[in-house]
C-alpha cells in the first residue's frame, strides 16, 4: 500500500492532499502543530505526529518522514518571506539525514515551487518531473 506524510495538513492545500490521499485509500500520515484543526475523519484515519516545524529536531522530523513513499509539504506561508525559506530548508535538511536510497519522493506544493535553490537561479519548478505514483 502507498504510504504519504504530509506535512502542512491543516492548511488550505494541506486539507485537500490529506483528502485526496484518503480517497484513494493509501496510508497517511501527518505532523501538524494543532492536532485539533484536523478533521475528524482525518484525524480518526491518519496516523498523526504532534510537533512544530519550526521547533522539531531535525532526526524527529527524519524519522517522521522515513519509511513513506511520499512527502508531500504544505506547510508554511511564502509571505513569511525568510521564515517560509528558513521552514522548507528545515525539511530538506531532514530529509538528508535519511540515506539515499531510502528517502521518499518529496513534493513540496504552493510556494516552495517559488524558492531559488542554488547559485544558477535554478528554482523548485525547474526540476524534472516526478515519476508517476498509482
Same mark, same amino acid.
Given at each position: ?5 504530509v506535512l502542512?495538513? +491543516? ?6 492532499? +490529506? ?10 500520515s ?6 485539533n484543526?484536523?478533521?475528524e ?6 496516523r ?34 525568510q521564515?517560509?525559506?528558513a521552514l ?16 521518499p ?6 510556494g ?6 542554488? +547559485? ?5 519548478v ?9
Open positions: 500500500m502507498t504510504s504519504i506524510a502542512g495538513a +491543516t492548511g488550505q492545500l494541506g486539507s485537500h492532499v +490529506t483528502r485526496q490521499v484518503l480517497d484513494r485509500g493509501w496510508e497517511l501527518v505532523a501538524v502543530r494543532s492536532p484543526k484536523l478533521s475523519d482525518v484525524a480518526g484515519r491518519a498523526v505526529i504532534s510537533f512544530d516545524l519550526d521547533a522539531v529536531p531535525l532526526d524527529e522530523l527524519a524519522r517522521f518522514v522515513h519509511g513513506h513513499d511520499a512527502l508531500v509539504c504544505c506547510a508554511g506561508y511564502v509571505t513569511q518571506g521564515g517560509f525559506v522548507i530548508d528545515r525539511v530538506v535538511s531532514a530529509i538528508e539525514f535519511i540515506p539515499a536510497h531510502a528517502r519522493v518529496c513534493w513540496f506544493l504552493g516552495a515551487a517559488l524558492l531559488g535553490l542554488d +547559485t544558477r537561479g535554478r528554482r523548485g525547474d526540476l524534472p518531473k516526478i515519476r508517476h505514483m498509482s
